[in-house]
């Protein structure tokens, strides 16, 4: 219309997403458009894909997904890449990882539930005929580096993540040759809209 942009639009994202991605990105848009609400809506980003497609919100911040919907559009804002990381305090786990040759069949996983880094790092594992051991598999790339960081197990994480986590100091990256890929995170919505 002629007048100001005003109206609501419902935005999906992960709690680490709402203040480091999205903070600089809603206080301009507050001052550019003062009349525009914004529902924001946290959870596993795993499922931000899907809450859009589903018609539950209008955008998602998210991991692009392998295979991107021809229903979607998708804008990135930032690669951060993925990072295999282990407890930084003494503990079995740390252990088996420092050992001189590490068995990874043996050492204890945290894995997504689902996702577009369960695929990477499902890929990853093929590739290198590794059959992990899996200790847990949770919703949510903060929950895992919090297991990390309780001497659980070894996880993959966005090194977004690890930092904005408040435990970076707490969890070791684990050097791997043929390193993980990095991850395009931006926006994700419906084509149409």
């Known amino acids: 219309s002629a007048g100001d942009l005003a109206g609501e639009v419902s935005l999906y994202c992960s709690v680490t997403a709402s203040h480091s991605i999205l903070a600089p990105i809603l206080s301009a848009l507050r001052g550019a458009h003062p009349a525009v609400e914004i529902m924001v809506h946290t959870g596993d980003q795993a499922d931000g894909i899907s809450r859009v497609l589903d018609g539950q919100d209008d955008v998602a911040v998210t991991i692009r997904p392998l295979q991107l919907s021809r229903r979607l559009d998708f804008l990135p804002l930032l690669e951060s890449p993925l990072q295999l990381c282990m407890p930084a305090a003494d503990c079995a786990v740390r252990e088996l990882v420092l050992g001189d040759t590490v068995d990874w069949g043996m050492v204890p996983f945290i894995v997504p539930e689902r996702g577009t ?30 297991m990390v960081r309780l001497g659980l197990g070894v996880g993959i994480a966005p090194e977004l993540v690890i930092e904005a986590s408040g435990m970076g100091a707490e969890v070791e990256v684990i050097p791997v040759a043929q390193g993980l890929p990095a991850l395009s ?4 919505c419906l084509r149409q809209r």
Not at 185 to 188: N, R
């Open 117 to 146: 880094t369960k695929e990477l790092l499902d890929q990853w594992l093929r590739e290198r005929g590794i059959r992990p051991r899996i200790y847990a598999q949770v919703a949510g790339h903060e929950a895992i580096v919090a």
């Open 185 to 188: 995170i931006g926006l994700a």
